[in-house]
């Protein structure tokens, strides 16, 4: 039984905000890990994405927790715009869902994939936390900065390591044609790539494993809030690929992102 008292205040505790989006995380992936490795039925999207009732029972769960916490807040969530479209406004306080970050890597049985919840506040990402269920992984933001706990270790603070170009790694998508890394090479300067999917590669980097992410292609606001609050809350930054602010709460766009680059420190 759920027992949360609700969290109604127009001010919050960003301790108490980080730890409860990573309980709840964590409790929707625990609902979702027994599904993976397990012959679901996949269905195609409007937007030829796939979706499985992973999917959808995590994204059930987790909009009955934050209704439960965040009266107040309202959400926007990827399978209910995926069916029911987004609004053409929204408030200035807001979260974002992505109840499966990954289900590509999900339905081919690899583990890069992650459950994301981002609170947004005037346009930026104030406060989120990812989990990777495969490994048990968590990235949370506190008042203190970002943080890790997984299977047995102490809960930890991250920080982006020093960037170093002789050494340093870019996290590129697995389907990311060889002229396209060319490209990305040249601008950006970085040594090594890795390829991985989900929203795990700003987590990467938050913790300093990688350096950078190079994203010229489409994404959705969802994909990347949570993970951007944590990579923001570690020390790192992501822009648009001009070096502009990156904003939330594009409802006239449909929540579309565009082109961005994600840095350590």
């Known amino acids: 039984m759920n027992t949360l008292r609700p969290l109604i205040s127009a001010d919050f505790d960003a301790d108490l905000v980080g730890v409860t989006l990573a309980e709840i995380a964590e ?39 934050l209704a439960e916490r965040f009266p107040s807040i309202p959400v926007i969530s990827e399978e209910d715009a995926s069916e029911s479209g987004t609004p053409d406004k929204i408030a200035a306080r807001f979260f974002l869902v992505d109840p499966l970050d990954g289900t590509k890597a999900f339905v081919r049985g690899d583990p890069n994939f992650t459950v994301n919840i981002g609170l947004i506040e005037n346009g930026s990402p104030v406060a989120g936390a990812v989990v990777a269920p495969p490994t048990g992984e968590v990235w949370y933001t506190s008042g203190a900065g ?45 040594a090594e790539t890795l390829a991985m999917d989900s929203s795990i590669k700003l987590c990467r980097i938050a913790e300093g494993a990688a350096d950078i992410y190079p994203r010229h292609g ?48």
């Open 27 to 65: 409790e929707a992936g625990r609902l979702i890990l027994p599904l993976w490795r397990s012959d679901l039925d996949v269905r195609t999207k409007t937007d030829n994405s796939p979706v499985t009732i992973a999917d959808q029972q995590a994204e059930t769960l987790i909009l009955a927790r």
């Open 218 to 265: 489409p994404t959705m606001e969802w994909d990347i809030a949570a993970a951007h609050a944590v990579l923001l809350a570690a020390g790192g930054r992501l822009t648009t690929t001009e070096g502009s602010p990156f904003v939330y709460g594009k409802a006239s766009e449909s929540f579309r992102n565009g082109w961005f680059v994600a840095r350590g420190a």
């Open 146 to 190: 970002a943080l890790k706990r997984e299977p047995g270790q102490e809960t930890r603070r991250i920080s982006p390591r020093p960037w170093a170009a002789e050494t340093s790694v870019a996290l590129i998508s697995h389907t990311m044609k060889p002229e396209a890394l060319v490209e990305l090479r040249t601008r950006y300067g970085f």
